[in-house]
Structure formats: C-alpha cells, structure tokens
C-alpha cells in the first residue's frame, strides 16, 4: 500500500510530507543532538563496520556513547539488534532514541546516515559535529532518479557539520572526514566546512589532491592476514582483528574521529586490537578444515573487495566458493549481471539464490544475475555453478562442495535477521544457517 501511494504522489508533496514529519519528530523530542556529540557516517560500503569502530574506541576510551547502525543499536551499556532492516530510523524512532540517549547519560552518538534516510529529512535537526565519507560507488539509483542525485544526499551530511552552540562542546571543531582515496572525493572535500580532513593509504590518492585538506592521515607498511591486519597510522604500529584492505580505511576513519575528540594514539590503537569481529561483516567461521565467511557485501564494489581480499588470504591450493544473490523489489536491477561477472571472475564455484526479493518473482532475479556469469563465459551451469532459490538449500549445496583448505564466502545479508519475501519478512540468519548446517556434516 505504501508503495502505490508513493508511486502516485508527486515529489514534491512528499518532500514536504517527510520534512514536516521530521520538523515535528525534532520538537516532540525537544532537539536532543544539541545535547550530544554527534558523530554521522555516510558512505556506500564501510558504513556499519566504521561506526562500530568508532563506538568501540569511544566506550574503551570511558565516553559514554549510543550507536545507531544497521546491525545494532546501543544506549550507554544496554545493546540490541536493529531488526527493522533500516540502516537510519525513521524521524520519530531516531529523535526517540537520542533523547533517550540523552537521558542514559551519553556524551556522544555514532549514526550510520544514508542516503535514503536524507532524502526522506531524517538528519533534519541533528547537529553533527563529525562527518565522515568512508567512500562512493552507484548504488540506489532507481530510489534517487541518477548517481547525481545519489551523491548530492550524501553531501548533506557534511553541509550539516556545524558548530556546537551548548558552551560545554566549545572545543569540538566541526570536522568533515574524506577517504581521498575513493572516486567523487573532490567533489565532497570542495564542500566548505570549518576544518576538511582526509584519509587514504600511502600512494593511494587518485581521486584528490592532499593539498585540498587541511591535514591529511595515511596507512603504510600494510600487511593483511586472514586473522588480522596490520599497519602503520600516524606513527603508531596498529593491529586490527578484522580482514581486508577495506578495514584499514574503516580504521583510518575512526582513528580521524578520535583525532577530532582528542582521545590518545595510544588509546586508539589498543581500541582497534580489541576488536574481534563485527556481526555480519567478514564475520568467519571455522570448522572440518573450511573456513566460512559471512558478509554483507551487495552491490558491485564492495563484492569485488571481498572477493579481492579473500584470494589473497586464502590457502593456495583452496578453492573459493560462493553463495550470492540481489535483492528485489526493484533495487539496482542494473547491478545484477555484474554480481554475476565478478562471481564467475574470482568464485572457483557458487550458488546463485535468494537474497530479499521482495514482491519479485526470485528466479528471474537469479536468472539476471546469471546472465553476467554467461557473458563472461567461463562457468559451467551445475558443473560450477548452480541456481537455487531457497538459501537454505543454496548454502548446503555450498558446504557440501566444500573440501578442508577450501574457503566458502556468504555474501548479501551479513547479519540480517530476517529474509524478505512476498508474503512479508520470515526470521533468518546466515551464520546461524552456517553454523547449523556444518554442526550436521
């Protein structure tokens, strides 16, 4: 029902719709962010593992903190799991939950903004001292209308960094936070803000000149491992327990935030050691001599990533196997045959399956997806790979092929609680399936 209503609304009445809602959501609530620090990363991948990174080094650092992510939400000491599939609240849940943020005594608050909840004027209100850009790649194109309009919501985020007017937050510099090592960087540092910070690893700035920002934090001497990731930021030897390139620029962005709050080198990265996993997010699990990772990766981009990372740790005589899917509802249709090419590029072997279809028929999402592991003409269908649609059966099938010293890889809903179908949501985790599934092997 919603969806026909928005299909008949014109634009314009539903821009106004969502802003009156949020103006009233932020009176209601009587402006809570005033109160808090307030921290917002944007991004199209490493927005979630970002701001768990920053909440943790903020709590290891004695600051108590609230986080509204799209796995998790967390008041002070109290944590629980976002089953609502949104990664930014509607307008009166977010007011809701800062307020209450407010009263459990938080000083500060991390808030995964997307794209989406911008347009619809969630932001509208929050006075962000902090923003972070963890990086850009089309995504929800058939939401915005074109990439333009994808990157201009992003932009609002830093147009939002402002100063404090509450006298006890004086010292805080509004700050915006640019991986310049991703496409469309120059376009977010030219925004004007009081201080422009950028990120990237060493000899890795295509996309921005480092002479546009005001100071500039790199990562050199990287060695990546499947258990942890090594580096050096600013000086300091830091040590993460989370795989991949991409989590040193997750570490990059949360070390310029503890710059901005003025919270040890030292303190930072013991912070980064502590981190063992991120639920959902390269999440591994071991057992038989086969190494399974979960992770959240759906679009393009941040698939090749995954897959990029794990053919450098794995074992060099395993295969990697993997499962994946698009989701329906007419989301980034576009993508689907290149989630195919990229599966058939870097998979030994997958499973092509469910992953939400929404009110889409599942096998002609598999079948597009199919289509870009057809053109690039190097799989074998039910030699190589598969088509199943129910996940169960599609991960089984995964396992099954499996061998010790192989690798089998999860992708498209991390740690997803649920599985959308046309007939509504049904409970669902992958790691559990994961775990179920090999406990019987």
């Known amino acids: 029902m919603k969806n026909a209503i928005r299909k008949v609304t014109p634009n314009f009445l539903l821009r106004w719709y969502h802003k009156v809602l949020a103006v009233l959501a932020s009176v209601v609530y009587r402006f809570p962010s005033h109160r808090l620090i307030v921290i917002g990363?944007?991004?199209?991948?490493?927005?979630?593992?970002?701001?768990?990174?920053?909440?943790?080094?903020?709590?290891?650092?004695?600051?108590?903190?609230g986080l509204l992510s799209t796995i998790e939400f967390r008041i002070a000491k109290k944590r629980?799991?976002?089953?609502?599939?949104?990664?930014?609240?509607?307008?009166?849940?977010?007011?809701?939950?800062?307020?209450?943020?407010?009263?459990?005594?938080?000083?500060?608050?991390?808030?995964?903004?997307?794209?989406?909840?911008?347009?619809q004027y969630r932001h509208w209100g929050i006075e962000f001292s902090v923003g972070v850009l963890t990086n850009l790649t089309p995504e929800h194109?058939?939401?915005?209308?074109?990439?333009?309009?994808?990157?201009h919501a992003k932009s609002e985020l830093f147009k939002n960094v402002r100063q404090k007017r509450r006298a006890e937050f004086a010292d805080i510099v509004p700050t915006t936070i640019t991986n310049i090592?991703?496409?469309?960087?120059?376009?977010?540092?030219?925004?004007?803000?009081?201080?422009?910070?950028?990120?990237?690893?060493?000899?890795?700035?295509?996309?921005?000149?480092?002479?546009?920002?005001d100071k500039l934090f790199e990562a050199n001497d990287i060695n990546l491992h499947l258990n942890q990731t090594e580096c050096i930021i600013d000086g300091m030897d830091v040590t993460i327990h989370l795989p991949g390139r991409m989590n040193v620029y997750n570490a990059l962005a949360a070390w310029c935030v503890g710059e901005v709050l003025?919270?040890?080198?030292?303190?930072?990265?013991?912070?980064?050691?502590?981190?063992?996993?991120?639920?959902?997010?390269?999440?591994?699990?071991?057992?038989?001599?086969?190494?399974?990772?979960?992770?959240?990766?759906?679009d393009a981009a941040a698939l090749e990533n995954v897959y990029e990372t794990l053919i450098d740790m794995k074992a060099s005589e395993g295969k990697l196997i993997g499962v994946l899917g698009a989701t329906g509802g007419g989301r980034d249709k576009e993508k689907r045959p290149i989630l195919g090419k990229l599966a058939a590029h870097?998979?030994?072997?997958?499973?092509?399956?469910?992953?939400?279809p929404y009110d889409e028929p599942p096998m002609e999402i598999i079948h597009q997806i199919e289509?870009?592991?057809?053109?690039?003409?190097?799989?074998?269908?039910?030699?190589?790979?598969?088509?199943?649609?129910?996940?169960?059966?599609?991960?089984?099938?995964?396992?099954?092929?499996?061998?010790?010293?192989?690798?089998?890889?999860?992708?498209?809903?991390?740690?997803e609680e649920v599985i959308v179908l046309a007939d509504g949501k049904h409970p669902w985790n992958d790691k559990q399936e994961v775990e179920r599934i090999l406990s019987k092997m």
């Open 80 to 119: 629980w799991v976002n089953a609502t599939k949104q990664g930014m609240q509607g307008r009166f849940q977010l007011q809701k939950l800062l307020r209450q943020m407010v009263k459990a005594g938080c000083k500060a608050v991390v808030i995964e903004v997307t794209s989406e909840g911008i347009a």
């Open 371 to 415: 289509k870009g592991v057809i053109d690039k003409g190097t799989k074998v269908k039910n030699e190589t790979y598969w088509l199943i649609e129910d996940r169960r059966e599609a991960i089984t099938k995964a396992l099954s092929i499996a061998r010790p010293g192989d690798m089998v890889i999860v992708t498209g809903k991390g740690a």
């Open 262 to 298: 003025d919270i040890s080198k030292e303190k930072r990265a013991l912070a980064f050691k502590n981190i063992t996993t991120v639920p959902g997010r390269m999440e591994k699990i071991e057992k038989h001599g086969i190494t399974v990772i979960v992770d959240y990766a759906h």
């Open 181 to 213: 090592d991703s496409p469309h960087s120059d376009f977010f540092v030219g925004i004007p803000s009081r201080r422009k910070w950028c990120y990237g690893v060493e000899g890795g700035h295509h996309f921005t000149d480092a002479n546009s920002c």
């Open 41 to 65: 990363v944007t991004g199209t991948n490493g927005k979630t593992t970002t701001c768990h990174m920053i909440a943790d080094m903020l709590e290891s650092s004695g600051v108590v903190t």
């Open 141 to 151: 194109i058939e939401s915005h209308g074109s990439f333009q309009n994808y990157k």
């Open 346 to 356: 870097y998979c030994d072997a997958f499973v092509l399956t469910n992953d939400d």
